[in-house]
């Protein structure tokens, strides 16, 4: 049994949890006994499984190489899944390096292959990063014989990328992963065109699994943008695995194990196309419905979404009750100078006229903007959304 990580964005820990649990990957949880194998970690806690410009959380959890496999195909809240390597105490720089050179490092790495390594220091002897990262590629050539080539890893760059390590010195003690994923994992291949302020698939997915949506009942997005929300529905509908049509980190490991791989993707079973709900996504802006049809179609689901180019007022939703979930503008993702309040206000309204009843989900990080809308939601669920803290707030139509 290995040690995974499941890196998330900050706040979608517990989303992350509940698809581990539904993987078979952790145990669950029961209401008298507490959780043995769950360990949620902010980024005081956890630094190491941060990327630049986050301050990533996640859940850590163990299993065997089919295990790693099936969670980059799966996860749908999940930003990448690490690999623990090892944990060992250096106080000491030539420490560092032979207890690093121990590391099984031949399982993920071919000699002279290039890493990009990130390195965080907190609390420790050993405090300079660089000088932590000389060293451990110095380990990494003594196990595998040619010196590491150190290169930072580009998620737009063609061919091979580096193979991502990251190495978190605490209190003397220094623990260091291998990233399994490559890309992040919201880069799931389909979305290509992207409208203002385009929503990450991810939180995307994390809006839908937070709202409640059943997969089964009708989905309204008025303000679709370049389609994230509509098209991670139809792939949770259809059951389609996010990860089914990428390249992973893992895949250019020497011990990759290629028929394991299309095993797994091969044992998905998807569900009919004639028990898909009925999914609406419309915004007044041309391009956007361009882009977001276009997206569709490179997802495979473009079938699954009626689209239209339509004011919030002209909605006309399914026989209901069913989901609204949708991530409206807000000051800080369009311009700070634009009064929004009516377009909430309207929004409320036509919910009332047309959506009486149904389960509401709306993505905003200001609450006088939520209030227009008239609404009784529930702001408690939060993340992060481009950098900046955002609620999702729930409710229903009343």
């Given at each position: 049994?290995?040690?995974?990580?499941?890196?998330?964005?900050?706040?979608?820990?517990?989303?992350?949890?509940q698809?581990?649990?539904?993987?078979?990957?952790?145990?669950?949880e029961?209401?008298?006994?507490?959780?043995?194998?769950?360990?949620?970690?902010?980024?005081?806690?956890?630094?190491?499984?941060?990327?630049p410009?986050?301050?990533?959380?996640?859940?850590?959890?163990?299993?065997?190489?089919?295990d790693l496999?099936?969670?980059?195909?799966h996860?749908?809240?999940?930003?990448?899944?690490?690999?623990?390597?090892?944990?060992?105490?250096?106080?000491?720089?030539?420490?560092?390096?032979?207890?690093?050179?121990?590391?099984?490092?031949?399982?993920?790495?071919?000699?002279?292959q290039?890493v990009?390594?990130?390195?965080t220091?907190?609390?420790?002897r050993?405090?300079?990063?660089?000088?932590?990262?000389?060293?451990?590629?110095?380990a990494?050539?003594?196990?595998?014989?040619?010196?590491?080539?150190?290169?930072?890893?580009?998620?737009?760059?063609a061919?091979?990328?580096?193979?991502?390590?990251?190495?978190?010195?605490v209190?003397?003690?220094?623990?260091?992963?291998?990233?399994?994923?490559?890309?992040?994992l919201?880069?799931?291949?389909?979305?290509?065109?992207?409208?203002?302020?385009?929503?990450?698939?991810?939180?995307?997915?994390?809006?839908?699994?937070?709202?409640g949506w059943?997969?089964?009942?009708p989905?309204?997005?008025?303000?679709?943008?370049s389609?994230?929300?509509?098209?991670?529905?139809?792939?949770?509908?259809?059951?389609?695995?996010p990860?089914?049509?990428?390249r992973?980190?893992?895949?250019?490991?020497?011990?990759?194990?290629?028929?394991?791989?299309?095993?797994?993707?091969?044992?998905?079973?998807?569900?009919?196309?004639?028990?898909?709900?009925?999914?609406?996504?419309?915004?007044?802006d041309?391009?956007?419905?361009?882009?977001?049809?276009?997206?569709?179609?490179?997802?495979?689901?473009?079938?699954?979404?009626?689209?239209?180019?339509?004011?919030?007022?002209?909605?006309?939703?399914?026989?209901?009750?069913?989901?609204?979930?949708?991530?409206?503008?807000?000051?800080?993702?369009?311009?700070?100078?634009?009064?929004?309040?009516?377009?909430?206000?309207?929004?409320?309204?036509v919910?009332k006229?047309?959506?009486?009843?149904?389960?509401?989900?709306?993505?905003?990080n200001?609450?006088?903007?939520?209030?227009?809308?008239?609404l009784?939601?529930?702001?408690?669920?939060?993340?992060?959304?481009?950098?900046?803290?955002?609620?999702?707030?729930r409710?229903?139509?009343?």
């Amino acid at each position: 049994m290995e040690t995974f990580f499941a890196v998330t964005s900050p706040g979608l820990e517990e989303l992350a949890a509940q698809e581990l649990r539904r993987l078979g990957l952790l145990p669950k949880e029961l209401p008298t006994r507490r959780p043995s194998r769950v360990r949620r970690y902010s980024s005081a806690h956890y630094d190491h499984s941060r990327l630049p410009g986050e301050d990533s959380g996640g859940v850590a959890f163990e299993g065997e190489l089919a295990d790693l496999y099936r969670a980059n195909l799966h996860l749908r809240t999940a930003s990448r899944v690490l690999v623990r390597l090892g944990e060992f105490n250096a106080t000491g720089f030539a420490e560092l390096r032979k207890k690093a050179g121990r590391l099984a490092w031949g399982r993920y790495l071919t000699p002279g292959q290039p890493v990009d390594l990130r390195v965080t220091c907190h609390k420790s002897r050993l405090y300079h990063s660089d000088a932590v990262a000389e060293r451990v590629a110095g380990a990494i050539g003594d196990c595998l014989g040619r010196p590491a080539l150190l290169q930072k890893l580009d998620e737009e760059q063609a061919g091979q990328p580096p193979q991502l390590v990251v190495v978190r010195l605490v209190n003397d003690a220094c623990a260091i992963s291998v990233d399994s994923s490559g890309s992040l994992l919201h880069r799931r291949g389909y979305r290509l065109a992207t409208a203002k302020a385009p929503l990450r698939e991810t939180l995307a997915a994390a809006m839908l699994l937070a709202a409640g949506w059943d997969a089964a009942s009708p989905l309204l997005d008025p303000f679709c943008g370049s389609g994230s929300i509509a098209i991670e529905a139809a792939l949770l509908a259809r059951g389609l695995p996010p990860g089914r049509s990428r390249r992973f980190a893992f895949m250019d490991w020497p011990g990759y194990d290629r028929k394991l791989w299309e095993a797994l993707r091969a044992e998905v079973q998807t569900r009919p196309a004639t028990e898909l709900p009925p999914i609406q996504a419309s915004d007044r802006d041309a391009g956007a419905i361009e882009m977001a049809r276009a997206n569709a179609e490179r997802a495979g689901v473009a079938e699954f979404i009626e689209f239209s180019c339509q004011a919030v007022s002209a909605i006309q939703p399914p026989e209901g009750p069913g989901w609204v979930v949708t991530n409206p503008p807000y000051g800080l993702r369009v311009s700070a100078n634009r009064d929004l309040r009516n377009l909430y206000a309207q929004l409320g309204h036509v919910l009332k006229a047309h959506c009486m009843g149904w389960h509401v989900a709306i993505l905003c990080n200001d609450p006088k903007l939520l209030s227009q809308t008239g609404l009784r939601l529930d702001p408690s669920f939060s993340m992060v959304n481009g950098g900046v803290k955002v609620r999702l707030a729930r409710g229903r139509v009343a």
